[in-house]
């Protein structure tokens, strides 16, 4: 199994170092910035609540637990073409049925240039076609095994802000944070996941959050940028240095690697 979607900020270069940083034991996962759920998929856990805010996201998540074989059937129907990829990302998703919504979401997330789920202020989907030659639109073999794990373990799926963790989560429990990074440099501002964004409160907010966690007793771990800003908000807890290339950059020459990362940890 590995993510059906490929998103801004994904975990699967750094899967392996996240997974040596897991606590030995924990009760329920939850991860509430799932996104492409590079480490949930890794780990499998036997109980988990999983969400974000992304509806299109949570939605797609959910028809390849609930309905997947008209799921199958509705990719199975798309093109790789320009005039037909924006023929799609034109459509108004409300006007679809739960599973059209999915079928576009993945689609557009195969064949937009560079994976980029993107949405402006009015929360219209806007990236580009990617003209890849053979995008794997239709990937058979993964969604059937994720549909058969979501329905096989006790996983709950659900779309809300990441501050319900804080009613929900429990001691003994492991939450693994992944937000909008701070950005490295002052134009490196992007976090339009959703049209909300994610400000500097924000960020303020989730640093106050891992606190609270902590002092319940529940674990928890959280990847962000290794700036000044991160080290100050996080100051007291575990703080590793790691190198990511940063995937979402329209020029190849700017994805080297370098420490600019920081996985902070409350055990």
């Known amino acids: 199994m590995k993510p059906f979607v490929k998103w ?22 939850y991860e509430p910035f799932l996104g492409g759920g590079a480490l ?20 797609a998540y959910t028809i390849i637990r609930d309905e997947l074989p008209c799921l199958l059937q509705a990719l199975s129907r ?8 924006y023929a799609i990302r034109a459509q108004d998703p ?10 576009r979401f993945i689609f557009l997330n195969r064949t937009c ?14 990236t580009p076609f990617g003209k890849y030659k053979n995008p794997n639109i239709l990937d058979a073999t993964n969604l059937t095994a994720i549909h058969g794990y979501l329905n096989e373990k006790s996983i709950s799926i659900s ?17 693994y944070l992944d937000p909008p990074y701070v950005p490295l440099t002052p134009t490196a501002n992007f976090s339009s996941y959703t049209k909300q964004g994610f400000t500097l409160q924000d960020q303020e907010d989730l640093a106050a959050l891992f606190k609270e966690l902590s002092h319940k007793g529940v674990k928890a771990m959280l990847s962000n940028s290794n700036t000044e800003i991160v080290r100050e908000l996080y100051r007291g807890f575990d703080i590793k240095t790691v190198s990511a290339k940063r995937a979402i950059n329209c020029k190849g020459g ?3 690697e370098e420490p600019n990362e920081v996985i902070v940890r409350n055990y």
Request: hydrophobic share 30%; charged share 25%; proline share 3%.
């Open 159 to 175: 779309c809300h802000d990441y501050k319900k963790v804080r009613s929900t989560a429990q001691k003994g429990d492991f939450v």
């Open 254 to 256: 700017s994805r080297g």
């Open 40 to 59: 949930f998929f890794s780990q499998l856990p036997q109980k988990a609540a999983i969400s974000d805010i992304n509806s299109h996201l949570i939605n």
């Open 94 to 103: 409300t006007t679809l049925s739960k599973v059209e919504q999915a079928s």
């Open 8 to 29: 801004a900020g994904g975990k699967r270069q750094l899967v392996a170092i996240l997974q040596e940083e897991l606590p030995e034991r924990f009760d329920t996962y």
């Open 113 to 126: 240039f560079n994976g980029l789920y993107r949405e402006n202020k009015k929360g219209k989907f806007n």
């Open 78 to 85: 798309h093109q790789n073409t320009p005039d037909y990829f």
